[in-house]
């Protein structure tokens, strides 16, 4: 399995938001001051090296503290080292074989308050696997930056569902 550590080909990456000097982080959809969130954890889960790059970076320049992992088995050996648990977790359903809905099961046996987004470009996902443990959102690839930060923050927030947003709860 592969996952970055700064200054490693190999491991698990562990960075934290590194804002510009006097400078605050905020949320490029509406400009708000998003500085509090540093001590937010994202896991980002996706095979897909580019996806997974980007959308880490975004979640940094935003505040959150993100951890990448290609696959749901670097997933859980990144969940399990961690000093302070996952706040949210960002998933694809199908890594590898729809292993990203076991991954979530897990996390939430640890951390029931877990909130999670499922991304999926297989328009098959629409079903309602997700429903049997409580929920969690769906995000459909090809996402935009502004969208994934939206999701995250709701998610994180708690929000109710806003409109335009799909949400299994």
């Known amino acids: 399995p592969r996952a970055h550590l700064p200054g490693r080909r190999a491991g698990l990456e562990f960075v934290r938001p590194r804002p510009q000097h ?4 905020t949320d490029v959809s509406n400009g708000k001051d998003m500085s509090v969130l540093d001590t937010e954890t994202v896991l980002f889960v996706e095979a897909e090296e580019s996806l997974r790059d980007i959308s880490a970076q975004t979640l940094r320049e935003a505040g959150y503290r993100v951890i990448t992992a290609e696959d749901p088995t670097e997933a859980r050996t990144a969940a399990s080292i961690l000093e302070s648990p996952v706040d949210l977790l960002v998933t694809d359903v199908v890594v590898p074989d729809f292993e990203g809905l ?12 877990l909130g999670v987004i499922f991304t999926s470009d297989v328009a098959g996902t629409t079903a309602g696997p997700h429903r049997r443990f409580g929920g969690g959102d769906m995000l459909f690839k090809p996402f935009s930056p502004a969208d994934l930060l939206a999701r995250v923050k709701r998610t994180l927030a708690k ?5 335009g947003f799909y949400s299994w709860t």
């Open 22 to 25: 006097g400078s605050r982080p």
């Open 159 to 163: 929000d109710p569902a806003e409109p």
């Open 102 to 113: 076991a991954l979530a099961d897990d996390l939430r046996a640890e951390c029931p308050d």
